[in-house]
Structure formats: structure tokens, C-alpha cells
């Protein structure tokens, strides 16, 4: 009797949690549908209005793709220092290459006002013009070391006998990497990428304060919630929810691959 | 590969490696025969393996030359010189198949694709891999994985084939059915091989010649016969064989043979070597070289046959070997004899006997009894 009265309160309580984590997430994307431009309920009757009004909206076409922009070349640029980073640090010893380990890490642990601040005052000290690209460079800074921790955990448990193996059947290094190391650390480093693109779709601070005159999704989202009750800020929410939720399944083999 | 005049003789001069403050590798010189198959053999932490890995390239010496063919190749990267290894883990690439994994290093080499073809299909029936070319690496058997594994090696016509224990993680049986096919697959080539181990069966098996390492250098050098018959020092007699180690007392050095004192007794034993009168040394006894008799029958008529009283205390019999243990006066011997005939019980009193020149005189204390060998522990 007392444990199934125990197990009824876990029940319950387990589902108040869900409900607290997951009633909005469901409002958002039910709201989407609402016929009238009320965000309250009764809920009105079916329609897609709203996203049609996104899709014909030049300011949210215009920020879709500012985003993918910056997010594109953000993980293409830190897949390629983040693996070569990782492959210093986990394969050569050298002169601090602890230190180096730890201040790739560090961005990642600021906070994301101090970093905004930290770039913008940078950029003005080197007459860098707000843009795009010094958004993508913020976009950088913040979310290499995650991608760095990613690929450097895989390196660290590839067996090195392997690339031993490939420069002894007459592989320089290079070939070695791109034949062999490569092919087999490519799911963690498409994971990696995957979070890269991930963290900087929504990021918004080090946006917020990097970025010139054009914005991005999240920082559109932003100014109209401000401005007024808006039903497309949900259509655009839900897209943005089916985004993430495409990534998360994308990403799961190779999670499991990390695991392994 | 094929009727090819067998190049790939190796010399190794005075080659020196240290790690940090140990020297992994001493002062070490050694020359190998085209076509030669020469183990390493001692115990971890005798250099072997370093030893092995600066001839594939993967250390570089502190000091000395390694010579291939007459070409210095001390100082040139893996991929740039013509030996292959097998290592002692399994290192198929687990993203490609068993045919790709063998044509690895010819596709590196630029080698046309029917040749890559016909001499991958060549090197897995040579190691009885075919009809696992499609297979995932990662779904073969650790000795499958071998195979494979030589067989991505001697594809290449490496003119040195490098071993690092690369049967130590396998099943006895597999080990011992792989001993053999290397032989063979050695034989079929014809080439260089160096084999390290500290399996002294494997090394005393397969080898032309064994080389005994300990510290970084060469401890003895010989054929197997050699090395079991004529051990130089008490390390190499416990690491090859089972032997007796037997401490004594010198008692006096005549021509060809030493008077020592064994438990009371005074024996005369040869072949004589560096030992002195009063000197503290070692007497070594191969375990097969004793015989035994029933004490009734008594004493041993042979002439210049070393004899002493004793009594069974252990009987093992192993199918074609029946191992002995003997209690002499304070001294414990092992003794092997051939199943064959009739066997004596425990608590037999026996007469215990040998030829004087079986028995080995060293100079050392039991103490630099080699640390992996067990005296006696052999049983096959």
C-alpha cells in the first residue's frame, strides 16, 4: 500500500514537471494554427496563415537568411580550426599545450554579455565595421570550444596504432589524416558541427551586440515580441522547434557514436 | 614475392635509444641475413619492442645507424622505407573492408587496380583469408584479424617484415596454429623477418636464430639449439628451458671440467668456464638431461656418469612427459623423462644421475634468474 502511494506521488509529480517543461512548447505550436489573432485561449479553429505571413514577410526571409549565413560559415570555420586544435592537443606534446587546452575551452564558460561586450569594444578599437561576418566571428569565439571538446574527447580515444599502421603501409601524415583519421573521427566531428550550428541559429547576446544593421532570426523574434501581440512570432517559433527537432534526430547516430 | 632474389639484410649498429633517463635500448649491434627469421626475446622492458619500432621508423635512435641493404634508413619516416609491421594489437582500419584493408598500402603506392587486385587476393590465400574480402573488419575473430593483418603487411614485398607480439592476445591453440603458418608463410617468401617476443617457445619455434635482450643489450645470440644447450648465463638457461638452478660451491678448476660441492657432496661437472676456486656460482641442469633409476637396482655402472641418492616426491605425468620432482640431499630437482616404459611411484628412492657435460657452471648467484621464466613451469 505505502509504495503504491508512494509511486502515485512520483507519477504525479513527474507529471507536473513534463507539463511545466513541455505545456508551453505545445501552446506555441497549437497558437500557430489559431485562426484569430488572439494568444489566449479558446483556441479558434484551424489555419496557416501565419505562416504564410511569415513565408511572405521580407524582414523574416531576410533574417532566416542572415542566420543561416552566420551559422554556415561559423561551423565551417570552426570544424576546421576546432579539429586542428584537437589534433594538436591530443596528438603532440608541446611547449603549453595545456595552457592552449584550457583557453579553448574558456569562451565557453564566460558569460555570453561579458563576451559581447569584450568583441564590440574590440571591433570598434580596430575599425571594424558591424556586419555579418563580426557576428560570425563572435559566433566563433563561442562556440569553438564546444566543438573542440567534442572532436578532442573522439581523438583521445582513437587507437594511434592506426595511423602508425597507415604511415607503415606508406601514408605520409597528411594522407594518413584524410584516409584514415578522418573517415573514422567524422560522426563526433558532424555531431560537432551539428551543436556548432545549433548554438549559433538561437544564439542572441553575442549577436545582439556584434552584429550591424542586417539581424538575425532570433534577434527579429526579439523586437517584435517587444513591439506588439504577434500570432507569426509562434509560426516562427514552431519553425524554429521543427529545426531543432530535425537536428536532434539527425544527430543521434552520431551521438551514439560518441558514446561508444 | 614470388622466386624474387631475397634482399633485405639488415644491420643494426651500435644503436642506442634512452627515455627519458633509461636507456630503452643500449649500445645494441646485430646483423641480420637476407631471408633471416630473427626473434627478439625478453622480458618487457628489455627493449625489444623499442628496438623493433626504430626499425620501422616509429622512434629514432639517440645514437647508432640502422642499414638496410646497404642504405641508411636510420633517420627516414615509416612510409619511407620499405618494412612493414604487424603490431600487437589489432590495427585493421575499421571504416574498410578485409580486401580494402589489404590494398591500403598499394593503393597509397598508386599500384594499377587488376594488380591491386590480383596481389590482394594472393596475400589472403596465402594467409587462408580468401572469401572474406567483403567482410567489416570489426566482424572478424582476433586471429582472423591477424591474418588479415600479415596479409596487409606482406602484400606490400616489405623486404623486412617486423613482428611486435602479434599473437600474444590470441588463444593458445590459435597461437600455436599461427606459429606454424608463419613458418611456413616464411619459408614461401623467403624474406627478412624479425620477430620480437617474450614467448621463448614461440621465439624457439619459429626462429633461425634467437636473440636474447635484456637491459637494452644483447644477452646471447644463437640459434635455439644453441641458446639451450649452451646458455651463456643464467638468465638465458632460465628464460629457454626448464632448467635445474642449483647453487654451489667451487670447489677447484682442473682441465675441462670444475669440482664443486653440491649439498656435502663433491661432484666433478664441465664444461669448465670463468669460475675460480672458492667462488659462490650456479649449476645448471636441464630438466630432461637428469635420469633416474630405482636405488635397488643399484649404484650406476656407467663411466663418468655424475650420480647422487634421492627419492620421488612429485610424479605429473603429462601425456608424453612425465615430470619428476626429486628430493636429493637439500637439493630439489626437476626432472623430465619420456612416458615410455614404466614409471616410478612417490616415495621411490632413486639413483639420480647425469653426464658431467650436461651440467653448466656460471658464475652468477640465483638472483639474475630471469624475472618471467619459472624453472620448471614449462609443460606442453
Known amino acids: 500500500m505505502r509504495r503504491g502511494r508512494r509511486s502515485w506521488g512520483l507519477l504525479v509529480y513527474s507529471v507536473l514537471v513534463f507539463a511545466f517543461l513541455f505545456a508551453p512548447v505545445l501552446i506555441v505550436v497549437l497558437f500557430s494554427f489559431n485562426r484569430t489573432a488572439s494568444l489566449t485561449f479558446p483556441f479558434e479553429g484551424w489555419t496557416l496563415r501565419w505562416y504564410r505571413a511569415v513565408f511572405a514577410s521580407p524582414d523574416y526571409r531576410a533574417a532566416i537568411a542572415a542566420s543561416l549565413k552566420v551559422a554556415l560559415a561559423t561551423v565551417a570555420i570552426v570544424a576546421v580550426i576546432g579539429t586542428a586544435a584537437a589534433v594538436a592537443v591530443t596528438r603532440y606534446s608541446f611547449r603549453g599545450r595545456e595552457a592552449l587546452r584550457s583557453i579553448l575551452l574558456i569562451p565557453a564558460a564566460l558569460p555570453g554579455l561579458f563576451v559581447g561586450i569584450a568583441l564590440l569594444s574590440l571591433f570598434i578599437r580596430v575599425h571594424l565595421d558591424l556586419s555579418l561576418q563580426t557576428a560570425a566571428l563572435g559566433h566563433i569565439v563561442y562556440t569553438l570550444p564546444y566543438f573542440f571538446l567534442v572532436a578532442s574527447s573522439r581523438l583521445l580515444r582513437f587507437d594511434p596504432l592506426l595511423e602508425e599502421s597507415a604511415r607503415d603501409l606508406g601514408a605520409g601524415w597528411f594522407t594518413t589524416f584524410r584516409k584514415v583519421t578522418m573517415p573514422i573521427i567524422a560522426p563526433a566531428l558532424i555531431a560537432g558541427a551539428l551543436v556548432v550550428f545549433s548554438l549559433s541559429w538561437d544564439e542572441v547576446l553575442i549577436t545582439f551586440f556584434t552584429i550591424g544593421s542586417q539581424n538575425t532570426l532570433p534577434l527579429v523574434i526579439y523586437s517584435r515580441v517587444k513591439q506588439a501581440v504577434d500570432p507569426s512570432i509562434n509560426a516562427i517559433s514552431a519553425l524554429l522547434l521543427l529545426g531543432s527537432l530535425v537536428f536532434i534526430v539527425g544527430i543521434r547516430r552520431y551521438v551514439v557514436d560518441l558514446q561508444q | 614475392m614470388n622466386g624474387e632474389a631475397p634482399s633485405g639484410s639488415l644491420r643494426i649498429e651500435r644503436v642506442s635509444k634512452v627515455f627519458g633517463d633509461i636507456p630503452a635500448v643500449d649500445d645494441f649491434s646485430l646483423e641480420v641475413a637476407a631471408g633471416e627469421f630473427v626473434s627478439l626475446l625478453g622480458p618487457s622492458g628489455c627493449g625489444k619492442t623499442t628496438l623493433l619500432r626504430m626499425i620501422g621508423g616509429f622512434e629514432f635512435p639517440d645514437g647508432g645507424r640502422i642499414v638496410l641493404d646497404d642504405v641508411d634508413i636510420t633517420t627516414r619516416p615509416p612510409n619511407k622505407r620499405p618494412t612493414n609491421m604487424v603490431f600487437q594489437r589489432v590495427t585493421l582500419f575499421p571504416h574498410l573492408n578485409v580486401a580494402e584493408n589489404v590494398g591500403f598500402g598499394l593503393r597509397i603506392a598508386k599500384v594499377g587496380k587488376a594488380e591491386i587486385d590480383r596481389r590482394v587476393t ?17 566482424t572478424l575473430s582476433g586471429g582472423q584479424a591477424q591474418r588479415v593483418a600479415l596479409a596487409r603487411a606482406i602484400v606490400n614485398q616489405p623486404r623486412v617484415l617486423l613482428f611486435d607480439e602479434p599473437l600474444s592476445a590470441l588463444d593458445l591453440q590459435i597461437r600455436r596454429e599461427l606459429q606454424i603458418e608463419l613458418k611456413d608463410i616464411h619459408r614461401e617468401l623467403g624474406g627478412t623477418f624479425v620477430y620480437v617476443t617474450h614467448d621463448q617457445e614461440e621465439a624457439m619455434s619459429m626462429s633461425d636464430r634467437v636473440v636474447v635482450m635484456r637491459l637494452g643489450a644483447i644477452e646471447q645470440a644463437g640459434t635455439p639449439v644453441e641458446l639451450y644447450r649452451q646458455p651463456v648465463s643464467l638468465f638465458v638457461a632460465s628464460f629457454v628451458g626448464s632448467s635445474n638452478v642449483i647453487p654451489i660451491k ?21 664444461p669448465a668456464s670463468e669460475v675460480q676456486p672458492g667462488d659462490d656460482a650456479s649449476l645448471v641442469l636441464r630438466a630432461e638431461a637428469i635420469s633416474l633409476e630405482p636405488a635397488d637396482r643399484g649404484a650406476s655402472g656407467l663411466e663418468g656418469v655424475t650420480s647422487m641418492r634421492g627419492r620421488v616426491a612429485d610424479v605429473r605425468f603429462v601425456g608424453a612427459m612425465v615430470h619428476y620432482r626429486v628430493e636429493t640431499a637439500g637439493v630439489r630437482l626437476h626432472v623430465i623423462v619420456s612416458s615410455e616404459g614404466s614409471l616410478l611411484e612417490e616415495g621411490t ?18 638472483a639474475d634468474v630471469a624475472p618471467a621464466a619459472e624453472v620448471g613451469g614449462r609443460q606442453t
Open chain 2, 122 to 138: 594472393e596475400a589472403l590465400e596465402l594467409v587462408r583469408m580468401r572469401g572474406f574480402e567483403r567482410r567489416e573488419a570489426h
Open chain 2, 250 to 270: 667451487v670447489k677447484a678448476v682442473r682441465d675441462g671440467a670444475v669440482v664443486v660441492e653440491l649439498a656435502g657432496i663433491e661432484l666433478e661437472v664441465g
Open chain 2, 349 to 366: 628412492d632413486v639413483n639420480v644421475s647425469w653426464r658431467p657435460e650436461d651440467a653448466l657452471v656460471l658464475p652468477e648467484g640465483a
